[in-house]
């Protein structure tokens, strides 16, 4: 097969299509002939330095995947050869074919071809087990979105909507906020000019949010608590704005308050807060959802797998709305 190998840490040139030896699954796993796989900021990090894929987890970048079952190791039921699938992984989606474990696999959902699928598992799990298993979003709640524009920003705003909420969001420009707006969101904040709790306070009549979906990290952690609503619920994701900062917690003690903080990749596959029980719930509850057009993927643009690096620059220069996806 034929993958994208990191020469060495480095910018979106040291990506490159190169040959390697081809998976083979091992008990309980399916090997997937890759249709196309999805960029994610994890991506870019691991390509930097900055982030080391989980003990035995492919060295291979890529957490997801769509194509159709190749191979099934011993003890695998309920697949069979051929099937069309799309996968949640640890590692090891930018190539032409990726072993994975049989529990971190899902059907491709009504209505969505094989090609978008690829960008779905990893932004419906991560938000739906955040939204849903931590943060506790109930119908008639204040949902914060940072970064609505992006993947997994494009899709907690369609799942917030779905489950009742208001959607409050942030992003970069009035074009990006416009995108937020056709997605459901109702409180539109322009990072760039306007203060985010001051605008959500003065949208809840003071309220504030009741659940903040963060991927800045340390740079926004005073501010989310400040715009956090009295039994608010903080879910941090990501740390693109830095990995330490100090929490004030008398401002945390008088909200009754918590901040919760959450990373995908590095779970067991089985057992208590494993994928194996996210991709499950994500399977009966969210694909439904995308059948029904509830949840529309969002797909910013397609390129292939080859040209990777292209696909790096774009998600890095900051115009990309929903995903960008590598076509094998």
């Known amino acids: 097969m034929r993958a994208i190998t990191v020469r060495e840490p480095g910018g979106p040139e040291v990506l490159r299509w190169a040959p390697l030896p081809d998976p083979r699954p091992a008990e309980g796993e399916v090997v997937v002939n890759v249709t196309a796989s999805a960029v994610n900021r994890a991506d870019l990090l ?8 989980p003990r035995g987890a492919s060295n291979i970048l890529g957490l997801e995947c769509s194509g159709t079952v190749a191979a099934l190791g011993r003890g695998v039921t309920g697949w069979r050869v051929g099937d069309e699938v799309c996968a949640l992984l640890a590692g090891g989606g930018y190539a032409e074919k990726v072993a994975v474990p049989a529990e971190q696999l899902m059907p491709v959902p009504g209505g969505v071809d094989l090609v978008t699928a690829a960008g779905l598992p990893e932004v419906a799990c991560t938000v739906w087990s955040n939204l849903v298993d931590v943060a506790r ?7 914060l979105v940072h970064g609505g524009a992006g993947g997994v920003g494009t899709f907690a705003i369609q799942l917030g909507r779905a489950l009742g909420a208001t959607v409050a969001t942030t992003a970069g420009s009035e074009e990006r906020l416009a995108r937020c707006r056709e997605l459901g969101a109702e409180i539109l904040v322009n990072h760039r000019e306007q203060d985010f709790v001051e605008e959500v306070a003065r949208a809840t009549g003071g309220r504030g ?5 963060d991927n800045i990290g340390a740079k926004y952690l005073g501010r989310n608590i400040e715009v956090l609503a009295v039994g608010g619920r903080l879910v941090v994701i990501g740390m693109q704005g830095g990995r330490r900062a100090e929490v004030d917690l008398s401002a945390l003690l008088a909200k009754r308050a918590s901040v919760s903080a959450t990373a995908l990749r590095g779970r067991p596959v089985t057992g208590p807060g494993g994928k194996a029980g996210i991709v499950a719930d994500v399977v009966a509850r969210v694909w439904p959802l995308l059948a029904d057009g509830t949840i529309r993927p969002v797909v910013h643009d397609r390129i292939p797998m080859a040209e990777a690096g292209r696909a790096h620059e774009l998600l890095d220069g900051g115009t990309v709305v929903g995903k960008v996806l590598l076509t094998v």
């Open 209 to 213: 949010a009741d659940v903040v979906l």
């Open 46 to 53: 691991q390509r930097q330095g900055r982030y080391r894929p």
């Open 137 to 143: 979003l109930a119908k008639g709640e204040v949902l």
